[in-house]
C-alpha cells in the first residue's frame, strides 16, 4: 500500500509565478490536509479537504493560495504571485475519516522562491 | 484556542540510557494527542496517540507516553535510546469543539533528540 505522494519533491519559482503542489493520499483516504512548516518552526495547518469540497480553510492565506480535490485526481495546492516568504516545505496528510484518526504524511515539497 | 508546548529545544542523551521528549497542552474540553518523528528531508511518521482510556499509551519504536490530565502534560519516553532514534519529535493536539466539528491539528515547535554513541 504506498503511502501519501506528493510532487515535485523540491519546486523553485521566481518571485511572480505560480506553484502548484500535487498531493495523492493513501489508497481508501479520502481526507487530505496540508501543512506548511517555515524554517525553524513546527507545522501550521492550512487547510482540509473531501473529495470535491473544503471542509476548513481556517489556516490558509487570504489572498493568493487555493486549494481544491477534484472527484478525480491528486489534491493541489495553487499558490499564485509567489513571494520569498512563501519558501517552506509543504506537506499533505490524509486519513481514512476524520477525528481522532492518525494523519499519514507524505514527504512534502520544498518551495523555494528566488 | 488549542495549544501545544514543547519547552525543550534540544535533548541529548547517551546512547542506552532513558530518555523524554515533554509535552504540555492546552485546550477546552477532552485532547486527542500525537507524537510524531521528522527525520531529515522526510515527512512525519506517526509514533502513538492518546484519545482515551489507559494514560500510558505505547506506540512504534519502543516509544511510549503518558498522559497526565492534572499536568495537562504528553511526555514521550524510551527506556533505552538508540542512536538511530535520533531525530526530530513534534507533539500534536486536536480537540473536537461543541458544534461536532474538529479543530485541525496544532504541533509544537519540535525538539531536537540526539543519542550520542
Known amino acids: 500500500n504506498a503511502g501519501v505522494m506528493q510532487n515535485p519533491r523540491h519546486l523553485v519559482r521566481r518571485r511572480g509565478q505560480e506553484a502548484r503542489l500535487r498531493c495523492s493520499p493513501m489508497?481508501?483516504?479520502?481526507?487530505v490536509y496540508w501543512y506548511r512548516q517555515l524554517p525553524e518552526e513546527g507545522l501550521k495547518f492550512m487547510v482540509y479537504?473531501?473529495?470535491?469540497?473544503?471542509?476548513?480553510e481556517s489556516g490558509m492565506p487570504k489572498e493568493r493560495f487555493s486549494a481544491e480535490f477534484p472527484k478525480e485526481g491528486p489534491s493541489i495546492l495553487r499558490i499564485q504571485q509567489v513571494v520569498r516568504g512563501d519558501s517552506a516545505a509543504y506537506f499533505c496528510?490524509?486519513?481514512?475519516?476524520?477525528?481522532?484518526?492518525?494523519?499519514?504524511f507524505g514527504p512534502g515539497t520544498r518551495l523555494t522562491v528566488t | 484556542a488549542q495549544s501545544v508546548a514543547q519547552p525543550e529545544d534540544q535533548v541529548n542523551v547517551a546512547e542506552g540510557n532513558p530518555l523524554t521528549v515533554k509535552c504540555t497542552y492546552s485546550?477546552?474540553?477532552?485532547?486527542?494527542l500525537f507524537w510524531y518523528v521528522q527525520y531529515p528531508n522526510r515527512g512525519l511518521q506517526f509514533l502513538l496517540k492518546y484519545i482515551t482510556g489507559d494514560n500510558l499509551v505505547k506506540g512504534s519504536y519502543g516509544f511510549e507516553a503518558e498522559f497526565n490530565k492534572s499536568q495537562t502534560s504528553f511526555h514521550l519516553k524510551k527506556p533505552s535510546a538508540l542512536v538511530s532514534d535520533s531525530a526530530l519529535y513534534f507533539c500534536?493536539?486536536?480537540?473536537?469543539?461543541?458544534?461536532?466539528?474538529?479543530?485541525?491539528?496544532?504541533f509544537g515547535s519540535g525538539t531536537q533528540l540526539t543519542v550520542l554513541p
Open positions: 479537504l473531501q473529495k470535491e469540497n473544503i471542509i476548513d
Open positions: 485546550v477546552s474540553g477532552n485532547p486527542y
Open positions: 489508497k481508501g483516504h479520502s481526507h
Open positions: 500534536a493536539v486536536r480537540v473536537f469543539i461543541s458544534s461536532g466539528s474538529a479543530r485541525q491539528l496544532t
Open positions: 496528510a490524509s486519513s481514512p475519516r476524520d477525528g481522532y484518526y492518525e494523519q499519514y
